[in-house]
């Protein structure tokens, strides 16, 4: 069965700094795809970026970017120039290309101080 | 087209009564699932709709629960005879074919 680990249950950044947080997964298929979803306090999860598993080069969205390792299965999104509205829960999710449900992490609070 | 709809935003209910949820996806979205989240943890997938079709169901997906899409529009989630345990925010989201989720703001529902 499928997995997703998100090691870091809170990580605080200040302002303006770059922060990284990690997701690995297990799984033995080859084509799947791979999330980040942000769920701010109270608020509706909104996808922060997405990754195909056959593409190498790794996804950017503005300010999120993620460096996806397929071989050590790992995925982790970076938030380059952080902002107080990128306070949030952050999930990594996981789907297969041959089946239709999402395996999500458990989640990263992420703070950001001034 | 403003997203994803789902009614009520809340619900309180006693244990044992049975509680239907509405789902309204985007519209030009032909798959639909269906989320539980609890507090301090990921959503858990329940099951997944591709239009009127439901093709897949999660083992917690106990004879309790049921879910339908007819016509392969909106969709409700029923669940029977409550039981504590079901108290949980649920989640709905539809997407098109191959990309990422649009989550509705959910239902949360408390069992008392």
């Known amino acids: 069965a499928q997995t997703v680990t998100q090691s870091q249950p809170e990580m605080s950044v200040q302002e303006a700094e770059t922060v990284t947080l990690s997701c690995t997964y297990d799984t033995s298929e080859s084509d799947y795809y791979l999330f980040w979803y942000k769920q701010p306090p109270s608020r509706q999860m909104i996808l922060v970026i997405r990754q195909e598993a056959y593409k190498q080069q790794n996804a950017t969205e503005n300010r999120f970017s993620v460096n996806f390792q397929k071989a050590a299965k790992s995925f982790s999104l970076k938030i380059s120039d952080s902002q107080l509205g990128d306070a949030a829960m952050y999930f990594c999710a996981y789907r297969s290309a041959s089946y239709f449900r999402g395996i999500f992490g458990t989640g990263t609070r992420l703070q950001v101080t001034l | 087209d403003t997203g994803v709809s789902q009614n009520p935003r809340h619900k309180i209910t006693k244990r044992g009564q049975n509680v239907t949820f509405r789902c309204d996806p985007i519209?030009?979205?032909?798959?639909l699932y269906w989320y539980r989240q609890t507090l301090g943890q990921g959503p858990e997938f329940l099951t997944y709709f591709q239009n009127e079709a439901q093709l897949e169901k999660s083992r917690l997906l106990s004879d309790r629960f049921s879910a339908e899409r007819p016509k392969g529009s909106f969709s409700t989630l029923e669940i029977q005879r409550t039981e504590q345990g079901d108290s949980a925010m649920y989640l709905c989201?539809?997407?098109?074919?191959?990309?990422?989720?649009?989550f509705g703001s959910g239902t949360r529902l408390t069992v008392v």
């Open positions: 519209s030009e979205h032909n798959r």
């Open positions: 989201a539809s997407s098109p074919l191959g990309f990422g989720y649009t």
